[in-house]
């Protein structure tokens, strides 16, 4: 299907310094623009300054105010005392004496064409969610889509997005990680290809235009301020969203006022599911079938085994089975260092098992790998526990007891298994030094979708 | 509180030292500290670069009017990865607080010596654009008392090619207070060896004897 979303005349179109900073909020001394140009702006009245620290010591971009985070120092700059925010340092650091600047005197946008093309084919219970999403919208109240991994959660947000372009509006997709930015960008642009949409996260490409979407992470939002008349936050509960309140603070200062904010994931936080009073749920999968249920497998002192530079035997077996069936699967392991001190060992069983963690530069190349098939497997941090999909992929969790792996972690694992229709069922383990109870949540909880999924 | 450098929890240990001998606090975790490598072993006597005998490089500069200015020198690190990422965090986004991460080895270094401490100077301009002098910093961060003899008079050295940096004019000017006899000079980063050779030349002419110099790093 191919619409063209109807658009009115043309205006005046924007200067290039309009459209980059229309609702952004950004150094001074970092403009990517000449300095007499964005000086005269200034003078002009056009663009608004304000101080990199308040008197107040906050931090104007990130909000921050913790004395652990805006640090004294003897400036020669100013020749006194100035504060600066260690907190969002690496944006280009804010100090008392620079100075962030903002478009202070937005004109209409000129209303620009979209194109919506896609086949539209969404599940009963994706199409119900899809309506609900657009309903709030539509009445500015914010959403919270509850869907279990592998239920169809972007596909369920076109249409509603499709409608904001028409409207005019500008909207902001978020998501904690780079990975999960990385992945949503291509499937957003082809629906909709003649929307000008920025990608941006930590070292990404500069962009041009006014973009009418904003595809980022989290971090992101910092540089924004009263931007956006929608803002959807996916994976709302994932790591660093979940940890670090000053993203939430971020996604509110990034949107307009009266604009709602919808959430979307699989495994929301009881807060989210308490405060926000629009909800829709999806608990089946797109290809109908039930998500795998985890198995529970006795590794009785693994840290203890492995350290003897041994595999324990049932998790060798584990791995031997799925390079006999040449399944491509994952290993979950609770630290970086257990992966380093694993990796040699699996290696002997086979040489294109590959390992990956968060500071990984190659993760995005070794994750294609595993899809084509090019290495075996992958020993992983939780870096990997969302945003990838692989088919007939079999995943395994060794020390499923620790910290680490809290219940919503283990969902989200569970559900990288079975994605695909062509490989609807699959396995996933979890291999522990005694149950606790996080890992009995998720498979009540997963248990649970199954049930409800298919009432 | 955080490792200063990777935002993971420091365990806080409790301990005698730290209550009665007001020890410098460690701010970074042990992962972190790990990752840097300290220089060992047998070094060249001039500048510390590991190698028997004189490296090539002083080797070079003993061929020249340079000869026998610097008594001797120690350099603490490796320039690696890690290291590289300090610099990086420190000195291009100004993350001052990292003056503290090198405080109780420059302290450990550099606390009973009887020369006098100068810091390599910093040009006026590229002070005010840093807004602070990393060398300066990291020796307050210690607790160690320094003096500066030196202004610095050319822009920086970083963007030269070897061969231009070792010929450059000269760097520094004397700014005219009496100069001790015994000077330990300290720089971040010892590259080429020019900087600290062309700060000894001036701080001889000015009088002074005896010219040591501490290095945090040797690329």
Redesign the interface.
């Known amino acids: 299907m191919k619409k063209r979303i109807r658009n009115h005349e043309r205006k005046m179109p924007l200067t290039e310094l309009e459209q980059f900073l229309t609702g952004r909020i950004w150094l001074r001394e970092f403009m990517p623009f000449a300095q007499e140009e964005v000086d005269s702006a200034i003078a002009a009245g056009k663009i608004g300054v304000k101080k990199g620290i308040t008197e107040n010591k906050e931090c104007t971009r990130c909000l921050e105010r913790s004395p652990?985070k805006i640090?004294s120092?003897?400036?020669?700059?100013c020749q006194s005392v100035?504060y600066?925010c260690?907190h969002c340092?690496?944006m280009?650091?804010v100090?008392s004496c620079t100075e962030l600047i903002y478009w202070a005197d937005p004109s209409p946008k000129p209303k620009t064409p979209h194109s919506f093309i896609w086949n539209g084919l969404l599940t009963n219970a994706q199409q119900r969610a899809s309506d609900e999403v657009l309903e709030s919208l539509s009445c500015n109240q914010s959403h919270l889509v509850y869907a279990v991994c592998g239920a169809g959660k972007t596909e369920l947000l076109f249409p509603p997005l499709a409608k904001a372009l028409e409207k005019g509006q500008r909207i902001c997709i978020a998501a904690p990680r780079t990975d999960v930015v990385l992945e949503l960008s291509p499937r957003i642009k082809a629906v909709f290809p003649d929307s000008v949409i920025h990608t941006l996260y930590g070292g990404s490409p500069a962009e041009t235009g006014f973009a009418q979407i904003v595809i980022a992470t989290t971090h992101q939002l910092y540089r924004f301020e009263n931007a956006f008349d929608a803002i959807i936050v996916d994976e709302a509960d994932a790591f660093p969203y979940s940890f670090d309140p000053s993203l939430e603070g971020a996604v509110i200062k990034a949107k307009k006022r009266e604009s709602p904010i919808v959430y979307v994931s699989a495994t929301p936080s009881d807060r989210l599911l308490k405060e926000i009073p629009n909800q829709s749920k999806i608990f089946g999968r797109f290809h109908g079938h039930p998500l795998p249920v985890p198995q529970f497998r006795p590794l009785w002192n693994y840290r203890k085994i492995f350290s003897k530079n041994k595999i324990p035997k049932s998790l060798t077996r584990w791995v031997n089975d799925r390079l006999a069936k040449k399944e491509p699967f994952l290993v979950f392991l609770p630290t970086v260092e257990l992966i380093e001190q694993a990796i040699p060992l699996f290696k002997k069983l086979d040489a294109r098992i590959e390992k990956v963690h968060a500071s990984d530069p190659e993760r995005k190349e070794k994750v294609l790998k595993l899809r084509e098939g090019k290495i075996s497997g992958v020993l992983t941090s939780t870096i990997l526990e969302r945003g990838i999909t692989i088919p007939n992929v079999q995943a395994a969790v060794v020390g499923a007891d620790e910290a680490v792996f809290d219940s919503a972690a283990l969902i989200q694992i569970a559900g990288r298994v079975g994605r695909s229709s062509d490989f609807p069922a699959g396995e996933i383990v979890f291999f522990h030094n005694g149950i606790v109870r996080q890992m009995d949540k998720a498979k009540r909880q997963i248990l649970f979708y199954n049930k409800e999924g298919f009432r | 509180?955080?490792c200063y450098l990777c935002e993971r929890e420091l365990p806080q240990l409790p301990s005698w030292r730290g209550l009665f001998l007001n020890d410098i606090q460690e701010v970074i975790c042990g992962r972190c500290k790990n990752g840097f490598m300290k220089i060992s072993g047998t070094v060249c006597p001039i500048c510390g670069l590991p190698n028997e005998g004189l490296c090539r490089d002083c080797r070079y500069w003993e061929t020249t009017e340079y000869a026998g200015l610097l008594q001797s020198g120690t350099s603490l690190y490796y320039y690696n990865e890690a290291m590289k990422d300090f610099l990086h965090?420190y000195k291009f986004?100004?993350?001052?607080?990292l003056s503290e991460v090198f405080a109780r080895q420059l302290r450990d270094e550099l606390g009973k010596t009887k020369a006098a401490i100068v810091p390599i100077p910093m040009h006026p301009d590229k002070?005010?654009?840093?807004?602070?002098?990393q060398i300066d910093c990291m020796l307050e961060a210690a607790g160690l008392r320094y003096s500066q003899y030196l202004t610095k008079s050319e822009q920086v050295q970083g963007k030269k090619t070897k061969k231009e940096r070792m010929s450059a004019p000269d760097l520094f000017h004397w700014n005219g207070k009496n100069v001790p006899r015994k000077i330990l000079l300290v720089d971040d980063l010892y590259t080429t060896g020019t900087t600290l050779r062309h700060a000894a030349k001036e701080l001889k002419k000015a009088g002074a004897e005896e010219i040591s110099f501490l290095a945090l790093i040797r690329s």
Not at chain 1, 73 to 77: L, P, S, V
């Open positions: 652990q640090i120092f003897n400036c020669a700059k100035c600066y260690r340092l690496k280009g650091r100090s | 509180m955080n965090q986004l100004q993350d001052i607080v002070l005010e654009e840093r807004t602070f002098s």
